[in-house]
């Protein structure tokens, strides 16, 4: 039986670095998307998890980096996918969600062996993510419409590579929980691996 839940990637941000006026377009287009499958996570019962960089501030906790994120000058991006109480919270220093941080462990302490990923950014972060999780053996979900980007050809071929090297289904954010109840809650006949390449 497969257990999934939703990754929340570097969404909690303060949009003071120098990409974000690349980025902040993109992120204005995915976040209907995300706000979306936060609400349908929410009210299935998956677990959604927020995996977020700290912005170098090692001595900062969650609440810390969401109050400066929405201090920033683009709250309007953050406040509506903020954290509620019953999400889960990890900090990130780098790219991938597994380097370094106990992301692993607490999926399965849930059980978890499928990750929707959404958030920032396609072609660093989330494409990292995807790769750690399917080194993990972990089945990955893409909604395209729920990441966002810096350089949307380079996106382009960081979906296509999750896709084609990673195994992970690229969907739109409305098929993306469909699909996950339906594994949630039906017995998998296929339990082989992927192959490497």
């Not at 979900?141 to 980007?149: E, G, S």
């Amino acid at each position: 039986m497969t257990k999934t839940a939703l990754v929340i990637i570097d969404m909690l941000n303060a949009y003071d670095h120098p990409d974000a006026e690349l980025l902040v377009p993109s992120v204005e287009r995915a976040l209907p998307a995300v706000e979306r499958l936060l609400e349908r996570a929410r009210k299935r019962g998956l677990p959604v998890i927020y995996v977020n960089d700290n912005f170098g501030k090692w001595r900062s906790h969650h609440g810390e980096i969401l109050e400066a994120a929405l201090d920033g000058p683009r709250a309007d991006l953050v406040d509506p996918v903020r954290p509620d109480e019953t999400s889960y919270f990890v900090v990130k220093a780098r790219h991938s969600i597994f380097f370094e941080t106990p992301l692993a462990y607490l999926l399965g302490t849930l059980g978890v062996d499928h990750l929707v990923l959404c958030g920032q950014v396609t072609e660093q972060c989330v494409l990292y993510s995807a790769l750690d999780a399917h080194i993990r053996h972990l089945s990955v979900t893409i909604p395209r419409d729920a990441v966002a980007h810096i350089h949307e050809d380079l996106a382009d071929a960081a979906l296509r590579m999750m896709e084609v090297n990673m195994g992970a289904r690229i969907c739109s954010a409305d098929e993306a929980l469909e699909s996950a109840d339906t594994a949630d809650t039906a017995d998998t006949a296929d339990t082989t691996d992927a192959p490497d390449r």
